[in-house]
C-alpha cells in the first residue's frame, strides 16, 4: 500500500516536472501581442419595426386569416438577436388576428428529444414568455411524399398541422456543403423541419447525390405541400450582429437566397492571416457554429485536418481549450482539432456528440483528439510539430472561438506585417504568453488591453 508520504513525495516530483517544462518552454515561447481587426459593420438597428416593415412587404394578410395557427420556425444556432425577432415574428401573426407558435426546427440536435429542443432553445433565451406565443416541440415527423430521388420527405407534425409556417434561418456559408445555396432557409425546410427522421435519410441521400441536388428536391416540395407563407432571412456581420433581415416571398427561397449567401460570405468573421503553425481556441460549441467550430474560419472545409490546395488558411495544428457552456456537452467538431485540454474530454456527453455526428454524416467529427492537462504542455506538444521553426518563431494565432474574430492575440513574427495592414490595429506591445502557475492560460477576452 503506498502511504500518504509517498503520495505526496510522487505528487511533488510530478508538480517539479511540470515546473521545470514550464520554464524551458517560457524561454522558448514567442511573445504575443494584440489587435483588433476591421470588419465592415452594416446593422439593424431597430429590430421589432424592421421585422415589421419586411413581412407587412410580403402582404401575408392576404392569406393568413383571423383564428388560423402560424409555426413559425426556430433553429439550434446561436443568432444574434433571435429572442427579438422571434417575438417581433409572432407580433405580426396577432396583428393579423391569427395565432402564432413556436416549433424548434433543429434535426437531431437536444439529444433528439423533444424535451431535449426545448431546452435548446430555452438555453438561447427561446420560451414561451420571452416571445409571447406556446412553443410545441416533438419529433414526430409526417411523410409528404417520396422525393424524384426516392426517399421519403418529413416535415415536422406540429408545423405540418399549422395552418402556415413562417421559416425564419440565418443564411451564412455552411461549414462542409458547398453550393449557391447553404446555410438558410431552403435548409431550414430540409434539415431543420425534417427532424431527426428527415435529417437521417437526407445526409444519407447527400452522400449518393449532392447537397444541391437534395436540398433543392426536398425544398420543391415541402414548399408545395407544408404550407410556407413567408420566409424570414437574417444575415450577420463579422462582429456577431444583426447586419440585415430581409422577408423573402416562398416563390422566391431559391432565387434570392444564392445572393443572400454571396452578401453573407462577404461580412463573416476571418482570421488576418493565410498561415498559422498552430491555432489556440478557448471554446467550440454548437452555439459557435453547426460544426462546432466554423470550418470556414480555420480552413477545414473540405478535408478534415489541412486546407485544401485552393483553401485559406492553412493551419498546421488546432488546440481548443474548453466548450461553450450553452453547447450542453456537445462537442461537435472535436474530431477535427489536433489537441484540446483534457478538461474539454470530460465535459463531453457522447452520447449526444454522436448522435449529432452520425446523423450529419460525419463520424470524423465526433473522434477525440490528443488531450493534455494543460495548456502549457498542449503548447510543447504542438511547437514540437511545426517542422524546422524554432518556438520562439512560431505563427500563433489565439482566439475566443471562431464567430468572435474582432480581436485575437497574434505571435510576434507577424508584426513585421501587422505594420503594413490598414485593417488592422495594434492594441498592446509584444509580451509573453501569459501562463499562470497551474500551466494554463486566461481566458482570451480577460486579457483585454492588457
Not at 156 to 182: C, L, M, S
Not at 410 to 436: H, I, M, N, Q
Request: proline share 6%.
Amino acid at each position: 500500500m503506498t502511504s500518504s508520504c509517498q503520495r505526496l513525495s510522487h505528487e511533488e516530483g510530478h508538480a517539479t516536472a511540470i515546473g521545470r517544462r514550464a520554464t524551458l518552454g517560457a524561454m522558448n515561447d514567442p511573445h504575443i501581442f494584440r489587435v483588433r481587426q476591421i470588419f465592415p459593420r452594416p446593422r439593424v438597428l431597430d429590430i421589432a419595426s424592421t421585422v415589421a416593415a419586411e413581412l407587412a412587404r410580403l402582404q401575408l394578410g392576404a392569406a393568413i386569416r383571423a383564428g388560423q395557427s402560424v409555426a413559425i420556425t426556430a433553429g439550434s444556432r446561436g443568432i444574434a438577436n433571435i429572442v427579438p425577432i422571434l417575438r417581433a415574428v409572432a407580433a405580426q401573426v396577432k396583428v393579423l388576428r391569427a395565432e402564432p407558435f413556436i416549433v424548434p426546427a433543429m434535426g437531431s440536435h437536444g439529444g433528439a428529444t423533444a424535451e431535449g429542443q426545448r431546452h435548446v432553445l430555452a438555453a438561447y433565451g427561446i420560451t414561451e414568455s420571452a416571445c409571447g406565443c406556446p412553443i410545441r416541440s416533438g419529433m414526430e415527423t409526417v411523410t409528404l411524399c417520396r422525393a424524384a430521388e426516392g426517399f421519403p420527405v418529413h416535415m415536422d407534425r406540429n408545423a405540418y398541422q399549422a395552418d402556415h409556417v413562417v421559416v425564419v434561418g440565418r443564411v451564412k456559408p455552411h461549414t462542409r456543403f458547398v453550393g449557391d445555396i447553404e446555410s438558410g432557409l431552403a435548409k431550414m425546410m430540409l434539415i431543420g423541419l425534417g427532424k431527426h427522421a428527415g435529417a437521417l435519410v437526407y445526409h444519407r441521400a447527400i452522400a449518393d447525390f449532392s447537397f444541391d441536388q437534395i436540398l433543392r428536391s426536398v425544398v420543391r416540395e415541402v414548399l408545395h405541400r407544408g404550407h410556407i407563407v413567408a420566409g424570414l432571412a437574417v444575415l450577420e456581420n463579422a462582429y456577431d450582429e444583426t447586419a440585415m433581415i430581409e422577408g423573402v416571398a416562398p416563390a422566391e427561397f431559391l432565387r434570392r437566397e444564392p445572393e443572400l449567401l454571396r452578401m453573407a460570405r462577404n461580412w463573416m468573421p476571418r482570421l488576418p492571416f493565410p498561415q498559422a503553425d498552430v491555432l489556440l481556441i478557448d471554446q467550440i460549441g454548437k452555439d459557435v457554429s453547426g460544426a462546432g467550430l466554423d470550418t470556414n474560419v480555420v480552413g477545414r472545409k473540405y478535408l478534415d485536418h489541412a486546407a485544401r490546395e485552393d483553401e485559406f488558411p492553412k493551419i498546421r495544428h488546432l488546440a481548443v481549450r474548453g466548450l461553450s457552456p450553452a453547447t450542453h456537452g456537445n462537442a461537435t467538431g472535436i474530431g477535427l482539432v489536433e489537441f484540446c485540454r483534457s478538461q474539454v474530454i470530460r465535459e463531453i456527453d457522447i452520447g449526444v456528440t454522436r448522435t449529432n455526428c452520425l446523423t450529419g454524416g460525419h463520424p470524423v467529427a465526433a473522434m477525440l483528439p490528443l488531450d493534455y492537462e494543460t495548456d502549457r504542455e498542449i503548447l510543447d506538444a504542438t511547437l514540437a510539430q511545426i517542422g524546422l521553426t524554432p518556438p520562439a518563431e512560431a505563427r500563433i494565432l489565439w482566439i475566443a472561438d471562431t464567430l468572435h474574430l474582432a480581436e485575437i492575440e497574434c505571435s510576434e513574427s507577424y508584426w513585421p506585417e501587422v505594420a503594413e495592414r490598414s485593417d488592422l490595429e495594434v492594441l498592446t506591445k509584444p509580451r509573453k504568453l501569459p501562463f499562470g502557475p497551474d500551466g494554463n492560460l486566461p481566458s482570451i477576452d480577460s486579457l483585454s488591453g492588457v
